[in-house]
């Protein structure tokens, strides 16, 4: 009964979605208020509905209902309670519905902290977004019913895939459609001005901050993303540019560029055609990534489905929703009106440049992840487009871009002294010549493209440090002065801080981690000893272990420093029965410093067992500096000007030079 309800209210949640398309669209475009208002209590009773249904697929999960197809394939009685729940999303159907889910609960968030909005601004919003809505339900009640029963019901079900056995997709995958699904809003109000007509600081002031919020939580499942791949595939990286990375990177960059253009339109009501189609291209990005995952183009740990029919459904959508909007944009965006002046070198100029970078590093990832797809699909050939391509694309492209991080927010609005900036960033500039110079002699005067990864990193983190002392008067004022400023800075200011010195330490990481990564890979004996850095890893032994729902082998490694021990660390090689599968359990022991990393793999018919032993410095900051950003993202956030209207001009004159200003 609990699967039939669940199926039902997907049915009625699709019906309500149906009018909230319709009615409130065509009151706005009479003027209508009975019709208008219809809007806010559709978007929250569909949202109800989709909760109702996505409630009753979990409560089957966790209750071991064999009579669902979906569970049986995914799930087992012997499975411990966590992965019952996230199996729910770890397949096709089930993370489908948590996809519709969070675009409803989106949708419901407009309508219910929306009351500042326009009422037929808002009635228009809350209808595109029950269009995706309607697509991403007929998508379910046609070819991907999550309560699809079976008969007879088997004894017990297949099992989650073991990869997915694991606290990280627990959470990655909600956090990724959180950020997927969030830039669904920004879609929205973009075409909602787009029939307007009217795109003004005010619009931009609504939209940033949904904007901001999905770039955060895209920010974290990335992050999370990577993690899981370093501890739980056991091959040592973070990130492979594998074409599903890549699906939720595109929509990050694009991104990344749409809330610095907002940041134009409300401050100098600029860019607004350019906004309008970010706004659109990113969600369309983050739609072409929902295809590659469940079209069967791809065959990866990512992917969910395989049946052609599904991928033939969301590229026709896919193509309606993009084809559709940019016809809308080139009939409308002509008559949007240009707004403020300015010169190449300001502050707009260099979110501009910011833009251009992004846009185009999109586009070479793009280009990099579609070109062996749409070959293949033309002329039958297989082609590899692997980290070579995007290193060697990827890296010029983001060079000038950060660069760039370090001079803009000196720069003025609409005309900015760059000499006078240059003076100020002398000190972050020393600094990051200092630092990389060092790095290059202690990396024996190595490669160069490590020296330049340190420099830019070194310029960032203090650029942003130098950026925050103008604000705050350091120095130039007194103590009690700085420290009052520093209080009533904006959270937007903080939040702009912590996002860039967070970009900083990510680089930082990255360089550090991939110049002075050691790698050891052998087969040793119980007893023996090999150096790794500045480690040495004693091979103890390896014997049987067992899990709730595997066995296992299960390694043993004490690491020592100049003879002083440092840690014991238990590799294991986990074989599950349902699926049969095996997977790497790599151990690791993490510090801010560096990150000791151990993989033990199959006996040898020697005695000894294949292993894979890493010193891996600042590999961790990686993620840390992912959080900062995540935390700068939501700093910015909680500012209170991102909850009211936009600006009025004021009487008040403009604070003078050395005063605090808005972020």
Same mark, same amino acid.
């Given at each position: 009964?609990?699967?039939?309800?669940?199926?039902?209210?997907?049915?009625?949640?699709?019906?309500?979605?149906?009018?909230?398309?319709?009615?409130?669209?065509?009151?706005?475009?009479?003027?209508?208020?009975?019709?208008?208002?219809?809007?806010?209590?559709?978007?929250?009773?569909?949202?109800?509905?989709?909760?109702?249904?996505?409630?009753?697929?979990?409560?089957?999960?966790?209750?071991?209902?064999?009579?669902?197809?979906?569970?049986? &394939?995914?799930?087992?009685?012997?499975?411990?309670?966590?992965?019952?729940?996230?199996?729910?999303?770890?397949?096709?159907?089930?993370?489908?519905?948590?996809?519709?889910?969070?675009?409803?609960?989106?949708?419901?968030?407009?309508?219910?902290?929306?009351?500042?909005?326009?009422?037929?601004?808002?009635?228009?919003?809350?209808?595109?977004?029950?269009?995706?809505?309607?697509?991403?339900?007929?998508?379910?009640?046609?070819?991907?019913?999550?309560?699809?029963?079976?008969?007879?019901?088997?004894?017990?079900?297949?099992?989650?895939?073991?990869?997915?056995?694991?606290?990280?997709?627990?959470?990655?995958?909600?956090?990724?459609?959180?950020?997927?699904?969030?830039?669904?809003?920004?879609?929205?109000?973009?075409?909602?001005?787009?029939?307007?007509?009217?795109?003004?600081?005010?619009?931009?002031?609504?939209?940033?901050?949904?904007?901001?919020?999905?770039?955060?939580?895209?920010?974290?499942?990335?992050?999370?993303?990577?993690?899981?791949?370093?501890?739980?595939?056991?091959?040592?990286?973070?990130?492979?540019?594998?074409?599903?990375?890549?699906?939720?990177?595109?929509?990050?960059?694009?991104?990344?560029?749409?809330?610095?253009?907002?940041?134009?339109?409300?401050?100098?009501?600029?860019?607004?055609?350019?906004?309008?189609?970010?706004?659109?291209?990113?969600?369309?990005?983050?739609?072409?990534?929902?295809?590659?995952?469940?079209?069967?183009?791809?065959?990866?740990?990512?992917?969910?489905?395989?049946?052609?029919?599904?991928?033939?459904?969301?590229?026709?959508?896919?193509?309606?929703?993009?084809?559709?909007?940019?016809?809308?944009?080139?009939?409308?965006?002509?008559?949007?009106?240009?707004?403020?002046?300015?010169?190449?070198?300001?502050?707009?100029?260099?979110?501009?440049?910011?833009?251009?970078?992004?846009?185009?590093?999109?586009?070479?990832?793009?280009?990099?992840?579609?070109?062996?797809?749409?070959?293949?699909?033309?002329?039958?050939?297989?082609?590899?487009?692997?980290?070579?391509?995007?290193?060697?694309?990827?890296?010029?492209?983001?060079?000038?871009?950060?660069?760039?991080?370090?001079?803009?927010?000196?720069?003025?609005?609409?005309?900015?002294?760059? &000499?006078?900036?240059? &003076?100020?960033?002398?000190?972050?500039?020393?600094?990051?010549?200092?630092?990389?110079?060092?790095?290059?002699?202690?990396?024996?005067?190595?490669?160069?493209?490590?020296?330049?990864?340190?420099?830019?990193?070194?310029?960032?983190?203090?650029?942003?440090?130098?950026?925050?002392?103008?604000?705050?008067?350091?120095?130039?004022?007194?103590?009690?002065?700085?420290?009052?400023?520093?209080?009533?800075?904006?959270?937007?200011?903080?939040?702009?801080?912590?996002?860039?010195?967070?970009?900083?330490?990510?680089?930082?990481?990255?360089?550090?981690?991939?110049?002075?990564?050691?790698?050891?890979?052998?087969?040793?004996?119980?007893?023996?000893?090999?150096?790794?850095?500045?480690?040495?890893?004693?091979?103890?032994?390896?014997?049987?272990?067992?899990?709730?729902?595997?066995?296992?082998?299960?390694?043993?490694?004490?690491?020592?420093?100049?003879?002083?021990?440092?840690?014991?660390?238990?590799?294991?090689?986990?074989?599950?029965?349902?699926?049969?599968?095996?997977?790497?359990?790599?151990?690791?022991?993490?510090?801010?410093?560096?990150?000791?990393?151990?993989?033990?793999?199959?006996?040898?018919?020697?005695?000894?067992?294949?292993?894979?032993?890493?010193?891996?410095?600042?590999?961790?900051?990686?993620?840390?500096?992912?959080?900062?950003?995540?935390?700068?993202?939501?700093?910015?956030?909680?500012?209170?000007?991102?909850?009211?209207?936009?600006?009025?001009?004021?009487?008040?004159?403009?604070?003078?030079?050395?005063?605090?200003?808005?972020?």
């Amino acid at each position: 009964m609990t699967a039939e309800l669940g199926h039902f209210a997907l049915i009625l949640a699709l019906m309500v979605a149906a009018v909230q398309f319709v009615v409130p669209m065509w009151g706005a475009q009479r003027n209508d208020a009975t019709l208008i208002a219809l809007a806010p209590p559709a978007a929250l009773a569909q949202c109800v509905l989709v909760a109702l249904s996505f409630a009753c697929l979990t409560t089957a999960y966790v209750e071991s209902d064999f009579s669902l197809l979906n569970v049986v &394939q995914n799930s087992h009685s012997a499975k411990p309670l966590i992965y019952k729940i996230s199996g729910v999303w770890g397949n096709h159907e089930g993370s489908l519905l948590l996809w519709t889910l969070i675009l409803a609960v989106f949708g419901a968030a407009v309508a219910t902290f929306g009351g500042n909005l326009p009422k037929a601004l808002r009635a228009r919003v809350l209808s595109v977004q029950a269009f995706i809505g309607i697509g991403f339900l007929l998508f379910m009640l046609l070819t991907s019913n999550p309560f699809e029963r079976i008969v007879p019901a088997p004894a017990d079900g297949q099992g989650l895939n073991p990869l997915l056995q694991d606290p990280g997709l627990a959470f990655h995958p909600p956090m990724l459609y959180l950020g997927y699904v969030g830039f669904s809003m920004a879609f929205s109000f973009a075409i909602a001005a787009l029939i307007e007509g009217r795109v003004d600081p005010a619009w931009a002031r609504w939209v940033r901050p949904w904007t901001l919020a999905a770039w955060c939580f895209l920010t974290a499942g990335i992050a999370l993303g990577s993690w899981w791949a370093y501890y739980e595939l056991g091959w040592g990286g973070w990130w492979f540019w594998d074409p599903v990375e890549n699906a939720s990177f595109m929509p990050w960059l694009a991104g990344t560029a749409l809330l610095h253009s907002a940041i134009v339109v409300e401050k100098r009501d600029a860019l607004k055609a350019w906004t309008i189609l970010l706004a659109i291209l990113t969600f369309s990005l983050s739609l072409l990534g929902t295809f590659i995952v469940r079209s069967g183009v791809l065959n990866s740990v990512h992917s969910f489905a395989s049946d052609p029919a599904r991928g033939i459904f969301i590229l026709a959508f896919l193509v309606i929703v993009v084809g559709g909007s940019l016809a809308l944009f080139a009939i409308r965006a002509p008559a949007l009106k240009a707004g403020g002046l300015f010169q190449p070198i300001s502050r707009e100029g260099g979110l501009v440049l910011n833009n251009l970078l992004l846009a185009t590093s999109c586009g070479a990832v793009l280009l990099g992840t579609l070109y062996p797809l749409f070959l293949d699909a033309l002329t039958g050939d297989k082609v590899s487009v692997g980290p070579p391509y995007f290193n060697a694309v990827f890296i010029p492209l983001m060079t000038p871009l950060l660069i760039a991080v370090g001079i803009g927010p000196l720069l003025a609005w609409k005309r900015g002294d760059l &000499q006078a900036v240059a &003076q100020r960033m002398r000190v972050a500039f020393g600094i990051s010549v200092a630092g990389a110079l060092l790095g290059w002699w202690l990396n024996d005067f190595g490669p160069l493209l490590p020296v330049l990864g340190l420099a830019i990193g070194l310029w960032v983190a203090v650029g942003v440090i130098v950026e925050l002392a103008e604000r705050i008067g350091l120095f130039r004022v007194s103590a009690r002065d700085t420290l009052f400023r520093a209080i009533h800075l904006p959270r937007a200011a903080w939040g702009m801080t912590l996002a860039h010195l967070g970009v900083a330490i990510v680089i930082l990481g990255i360089t550090v981690s991939a110049t002075w990564q050691v790698e050891k890979q052998q087969v040793m004996k119980p007893g023996e000893s090999i150096d790794v850095g500045p480690y040495r890893y004693t091979f103890v032994g390896a014997g049987p272990a067992r899990g709730p729902n595997y066995t296992a082998l299960r390694g043993e490694f004490r690491v020592t420093r100049g003879g002083e021990p440092v840690t014991t660390l238990f590799p294991a090689t986990r074989r599950f029965t349902q699926p049969a599968q095996e997977t790497t359990e790599a151990a690791i022991r993490t510090s801010l410093y560096a990150d000791l990393y151990a993989v033990i793999g199959q006996p040898e018919a020697n005695g000894g067992f294949a292993t894979r032993l890493y010193f891996k410095p600042l590999v961790t900051w990686i993620w840390f500096g992912a959080l900062v950003m995540v935390l700068g993202g939501l700093m910015s956030l909680s500012d209170r000007r991102h909850r009211v209207g936009a600006p009025k001009k004021s009487a008040v004159p403009r604070p003078k030079a050395g005063e605090v200003k808005a972020a």
